[in-house]
């Protein structure tokens, strides 16, 4: 159980186009979503938290206008990252949890090649 | 923002060898996680240990934590080539919805 899927797995993209990504939690209701952003060789960083039905939190120095994040139901948040550049290019994972919130359960990740 | 630093950035053994990595961190947390990511994928979720814990061991892994000193230690036995990949702590400080802070990492290699 608490499985975590995201879709795409992988995509390329022109700069300047919207790209994007689905997190859905298949076997859970996820009260709340995480998406965090990984560059090669380097640690995973929290850009934002999102609750189902309400606005996402945003850490300092991500742009929310950039990085759009819908948690429209609770198995589903979507994060659209707007007239993408090539430095937005990057893994791209989400994390869901449930009834306890001291566990996190990781998607695979997508992908982002801006080119 | 980041907290954990993992000690050593990159370790490369044998099979059979064991594989210690060791975490710290600098603010009061509620628990403390260990997680495996093969290249360029999802994370495995390996142990989570709490603040009022000292040691806790899952079939080869054994985790210790200690709050006094701000760090975590976790212990792969008698490793395997599959062992290979990154393994990362995260803390959570139940401050910000329970969103995790990520070490940097250690890069594990362990060869035949």
């Known amino acids: 159980g608490a499985v975590v899927s995201q879709h795409p797995s992988w995509v390329i993209c022109k700069s300047g186009t919207s790209v994007k990504i689905e997190c859905r939690s298949l076997?859970?209701?996820?009260?709340?979503m995480f998406w965090y952003r990984q560059f090669p060789k380097q640690s995973l960083m929290l850009m934002a938290t999102?609750?189902?039905?309400?606005?996402?939190?945003?850490e300092q120095g991500v742009e929310k206008d950039k990085f759009l994040i819908n948690h429209a139901s609770l198995t589903l948040s979507t994060l659209t990252v707007t007239s993408a550049h090539p430095e937005d290019s990057s893994f791209y994972i989400c994390?869901?949890?449930?009834?306890?919130?001291?566990?996190?359960?990781f998607g695979p990740g997508t992908r982002l090649t801006v080119l | 923002s980041q907290q954990g630093e993992e000690d050593p950035q990159a370790l490369s053994i044998q099979e059979g060898e064991n594989a210690t990595m060791n975490c710290s961190y600098k603010?009061?947390?509620?628990?403390l996680q260990w997680y495996r990511q093969n290249s360029g994928r999802g994370l495995v979720h390996l142990i989570l240990?709490?603040?009022?814990?000292r040691e806790k061991h899952s079939g080869r892994l054994r985790v210790t934590l200690d709050t006094s000193k701000k760090s975590s230690s976790l212990l792969i036995t008698a490793s395997r080539a599959a062992d290979t990949a990154s393994y990362f702590c995260?803390?959570?400080?139940?401050?910000?919805?329970?969103?995790?802070?990520f070490g940097k990492g250690t890069s594990l290699l362990v060869t035949p």
């Open positions: 995260a803390t959570d400080a139940g401050n910000s919805g329970y969103a995790l802070n």
């Open positions: 076997d859970f209701q996820a009260t709340t």
């Open positions: 994390s869901a949890s449930g009834q306890r919130r001291d566990t996190q359960y």
């Open positions: 999102s609750n189902e039905g309400s606005k996402a939190t945003y």
């Open positions: 603010t009061s947390i509620n628990n």
């Open positions: 240990i709490r603040s009022n814990e």
